[in-house]
C-alpha cells in the first residue's frame, strides 16, 4: 500500500498566501490525526523573500513546535531549489532537526545536479529526503535529465513525478513510471493536478503500478485548479482497498476548509482544462482566473493564443492624434452610465468638440446616436463584446485602440471594424495594471493631449463583502486614477462613485451651466 | 469518433426544477450551434404530474418549436418510463414529430420488457430512439435483464449504459460494454456521472472500446453530483483527437451558466464520494445536501449506516413525562441566544419549574450552570456536536431526545450520555419536516404536556440575498411554528427574530415583571 502524504497548508497557500487561521489550522491537525495519512507537509522554509508572504511560507520553529506536539504523523517542509542553496541549510534546517521528518525540495528538472547538491546538505542532517520533480510530460526531452537520474540514488528517499500542468494521462504515469525506474532505484511519489480531473485515476494507476507515495490536499486545495483530494483517495481507497477510514474525521476536516473554498473557489474550469491539456503554465492561468479584471473569454483566448505559439496576432498601426483635444469624456462599464444616460447626453451633444472613449463597450450601445468623436478601448477579448453590443458595424464611426505591441492576452478584432483599429505605442503613465480597460482609456487621453477629462460610469462596489476579484478590480482602478490625477492631470467624475481618487462634479450641473 | 449529446437542461433541471432563462437557452442553443455537438437533449415529456415542474419538464410544443428554429443540431426529449405508458404516446410524441429528432427512454433495468412495448409505440412514430438503462454497475445481478438484451435489436438506436451512482471504473466500462456486445447489436452510449471525479476517464475508455454516443452537460450540471462536463470531454479531444472545437463559442457557453453554478453549488463532495463509491442512491444524498437541514456530518453519518446497511442503530427506550410541566423554554442555535444570554438566565433562574429543550446544542455552553431540568434534541449527528461543545460529560444533568425509530440519519449517541437518552414515540404535529430540530423540540414540548412556550435564539436570517438552505430552513420553520401555534398553543419568541409565526414579547419585560 502506497503512504499518503497530505500538503494542503504547503500548497493551498498559493490561495492564502500562505496564512491560515491557527483554529483551523489546529484542527486540521486534530482531524488528520484520525486519518491514514502518512506525512502532513505544512508548509515551506525559506530565507527572506521580497513582498509579503504568510507564516506557512518561513514555518517559524514556535509553529513547528505547536505543530510537532499536536500532530502523530510525520511532518514535512518543503525548499524550493531556485532560491535555496546549500549555506542556507545551516540556519533554515539546523532548528528544525527533531521537528521535522522529511524535507522535499521542489526541483526544475534543468538543476536536478545543483539540487543533488543541497540533497546531500539536507540529508546529512538526518532528514528524509523528498525530490519534488517539476514538469514530468517534459521529461522525455530531457536526455541529460534522464542519465542524471542514477545520482539520485542513496540521497533521495521518494523521488516524486510532479504533473505540474496537470495533463497526464494514465497511460503516461505508467510510461514515466517506467522511465524513472530504468535509471533509479530510488522510492517512487507521485504529486497529480487536477486540470482534467484526473488525478484519482492517475494517483490509483500509480498505486496498481506499485508507487510508494501520493500526494494528495483536502478538497484538493492548491495552485491552479488544485490536486488530488484527500477525500477523493480516502473514499475510493476505502472501498476498494479496504482502507479503514474514519468518515466523521474526515468528514470534520473538509467540512472545515469550506470557508476557504467558498472565499477562493479554488478548482478546474475551462481556462485550466485548456492550460492542462496543452502544457501551458499553470502560473498565468491562475493569475488571470483568481486576481485580474481579464473576462473568461479573454483568458480562453490567450490561451489559444499560448497554444498556437501566437504571442500575438499582430502588428497594428500606431495611434497618433493629429490635434489637440479639449475635453475627453471617459465611459466606463458601471451602471450610474445607464441611469444617467439621459443627462450624459445632454453634455455630450452640448459639448460637440469633446472626445468619448469608452474603456468599455459594454455601455457602449446607450450613446451610439452621438456625432462625436468615439474611441474604444479594446482590451484582451473586448471586442466579442462589441461584436455582441453593436448587431452590425455598417455605420460605426469611431476608431479602435489596442495595447502596445506584444499583447500577452492576445489581439481580437471583428472584421468589420478592423480597418479603424491601431494600437497604444507605449503606456507610461504607469508601470502596473498596463493592460486594464482604464489604463488604456487614460493612456489614450494622455496621447490626445487633452486639458480636461472628465469620467461617467466609474462606480466601484458599494457592498460590504467584496470578492477578491472585485477588491483587485477597484485597487487597481484607484492606483492608476491617482497617478493620472497626480502627475497628468485632474480627473473629474460626473457620476457618483466610490472611488476615492476622484474629484466630482454632477453631470447635471454642467447641464444647467449651459 | 463517438457522437456527443448534450442533455444541460434535462439533467441540470433536477437543480431548477426545470426552469431556465429563455436568454440563458438561447445563449446555449446559439452557442451549440458552433459546437461540435451532435445532440441536445432539451428536457422530458411528461403527462400531468403532481406538484410543480417546469417548463423544460414537459416542453411545450411553442418552446420546441422555438428550439428548433435557433439550433442546428438534433433535438431530443426523454421519457420517464416509469411514468409514461404506451397509451400516453400519441399525446405525448404526436405533436412533435418534425421537432424532435430521438426520444430516449430513461429505463429501470428490471422493466426492460414493458419500456420495449413503449420504445415499439415511438418508433413507428419516426423518431431515432435511444434507451437510457440505469444501475449499470449492478447490471450483472440481473440474469433476466441480460437475456432479454437481444429484444432491444432494430427497436433502439442507442442502448446507453447509465453509471447512475457515479462508482464505476474505467475497468467496469469495458466489462459492462463486453457484456452488453455479447448480448445485443445496438450501437452502445454512456451517461457518466462524476461522484469520483471518474466521468473523463469513463467517458475517454468507452471512447477507445468504441462507443457510439457520449453524454455530458455544461459545466457537468445535472443531478446530485453531476455529469461528465462537456468543456472537459470537448477540450480533451481537442487535444488528444484534433476535434476542431471554437474555444470562444465553448467559453460563451459555459460562461453563462457560471450564476446557475454559484447558486446552486452542484459538482462532487464527499458525501456524493461516498454514496459513488459504494452505490448508494444519489437521490436522498442530494436532497440531503441541497435542501435540508442537515450539518455535513450528519450526512456522512447516515451515509456510513447505509453502507453498513443499518437502517437505524438502535432501539431507546421511550421518552415519557411523569408530570405536567408548567413552562418551557426552547433555545435555538441563533446568535441572539448568546448577544441576550444573561437575560435570558435571569429569566431561566426566576422560573426554576420552567424545562429548558435545548432545540441545538449549539448555544448550551452558555447555559450550563442552570440547575433547570435541560432536554437536549440530538438529531443526526448532533451527538458530534454536543461532544465539542462539552468538554466532558461528568457532570452532565439534562436528558437527550432522538427523533422515533428507525432514525434515517442514524443514531449517534456519545457514550458518557448514553444512560440519559430516550426516543420520541411519534411526532405527531407535523407531516413535514418531522427529523429537524424544531420538530424534536416542538415534539417534546407536547409530550411534557406544557401550558407555555417560549422560545429564544429562533433569529431567522436578514440578508437580502439568502442561500437555498437559509430558505429552506426559515420556510421549515414557519411551517412547524404555524402548525404548532393554530394547533397546540401559542409560542412566544422573547429575542428579536424574523420569523412571522411568532408573537413576541421581550426577555427583559419577564425579568422586569417578577
Not at 290 to 298: A, L, V
Not at 301 to 324: C, G, H, M, W, Y
Amino acid at each position: 500500500m502506497a503512504k499518503i502524504l497530505d500538503c494542503t497548508l504547503r500548497d493551498g497557500g498559493y490561495y492564502t498566501n500562505w496564512d491560515f487561521d491557527k483554529s483551523l489550522v489546529n484542527q486540521y491537525l486534530e482531524s488528520t490525526n484520525n486519518l491514514p495519512i502518512d506525512y502532513l507537509e505544512v508548509g515551506y522554509r525559506s530565507i527572506p523573500m521580497k513582498g509579503y508572504l504568510g507564516k506557512y511560507f518561513y514555518c517559524p520553529i514556535y509553529e513547528l513546535e505547536d505543530i510537532r506536539k499536536r500532530s502523530l504523523k510525520k511532518i514535512v517542509i518543503i525548499l524550493n531549489e531556485k532560491d535555496i542553496r546549500v549555506e542556507h541549510i545551516k540556519d533554515l534546517l539546523g532548528p528544525i532537526v527533531g521537528l521535522v521528518d522529511m524535507v522535499r525540495i521542489a526541483i526544475d528538472p534543468e538543476y536536478l545536479g545543483r539540487a543533488l547538491v543541497l540533497a546531500e546538505g539536507v540529508k546529512k542532517l538526518g532528514f528524509e529526503v523528498g525530490f519534488n520533480v517539476m514538469y514530468m510530460s517534459k521529461w522525455k526531452q530531457y536526455g541529460d535529465f534522464i542519465k542524471e537520474l542514477k545520482n539520485v540514488d542513496g540521497i533521495a528517499d521518494y523521488f516524486y513525478m510532479v504533473d505540474s500542468y496537470g495533463g497526464v494521462y494514465p497511460e503516461d504515469v505508467i510510461e514515466t513510471m517506467n522511465l524513472v525506474r530504468e535509471n533509479t532505484k530510488c522510492k517512487l511519489g507521485f504529486h497529480g493536478h487536477n486540470n482534467l480531473e484526473l488525478a484519482l485515476i492517475n494517483s490509483l494507476t500509480a498505486i496498481s503500478q506499485g508507487i510508494d507515495i501520493i500526494d494528495a490536499t483536502i478538497w484538493g486545495m492548491g495552485r491552479g485548479a488544485g490536486n488530488l483530494k484527500t477525500e477523493l483517495l480516502l473514499t475510493a481507497l476505502n472501498s476498494k482497498e479496504g482502507l479503514d477510514v474514519d468518515f466523521n474525521a474526515l468528514g470534520t476536516v473538509v467540512n472545515s476548509f469550506d470557508t476557504l473554498l467558498k472565499k477562493y473557489e479554488w478548482g478546474t474550469n475551462l481556462p485550466y482544462m485548456i492550460s492542462g491539456s496543452n502544457s501551458l503554465p499553470q502560473k498565468d492561468v491562475m493569475d488571470w482566473v483568481t486576481t485580474r479584471f481579464y473576462s473568461f473569454n479573454s483568458i480562453i483566448q490567450a490561451l489559444q493564443n499560448q497554444k498556437a505559439k501566437v504571442e500575438d496576432n499582430e502588428r497594428l498601426p500606431i495611434f497618433e492624434s493629429t490635434e489637440s483635444i479639449d475635453e475627453i469624456l471617459i465611459i466606463g462599464g458601471g451602471k450610474t452610465a445607464v441611469d444617467h444616460a439621459e443627462g450624459v447626453m445632454e453634455f455630450i451633444l452640448s459639448n460637440p468638440n469633446m472626445t468619448v472613449i469608452h474603456a468599455s463597450s459594454k455601455n457602449a450601445s446607450h450613446y451610439n446616436t452621438i456625432p462625436n468623436k468615439q474611441v474604444f478601448c479594446l482590451v484582451g477579448n473586448e471586442g466579442h463584446r462589441m461584436e455582441q453590443v453593436f448587431d452590425n458595424f455598417g455605420n460605426f464611426e469611431g476608431i479602435c485602440v489596442l495595447p502596445p505591441f506584444p499583447r500577452k492576452m492576445g489581439t481580437y478584432i471583428p472584421s468589420t471594424v478592423r480597418e479603424k483599429c491601431f494600437e497604444l505605442p507605449s503606456v507610461e503613465f504607469t508601470d502596473k495594471f498596463k493592460d486594464s480597460h482604464t489604463a488604456l482609456a487614460l493612456q489614450t487621453a494622455i496621447f490626445l493631449n487633452s486639458s480636461k477629462v472628465f469620467i461617467v460610469g466609474y462606480d466601484g462596489y458599494q457592498d460590504v463583502q467584496l470578492s477578491q476579484k472585485e477588491r483587485d478590480l477597484t485597487e487597481e482602478n484607484e492606483t492608476l486614477f491617482s497617478l493620472f490625477n497626480d502627475n497628468i492631470s485632474p480627473l473629474t467624475s460626473l457620476t457618483p462613485s466610490v472611488y476615492k481618487k476622484l474629484k466630482f462634479d454632477s453631470v447635471y450641473s454642467y447641464i444647467y451651466e449651459k
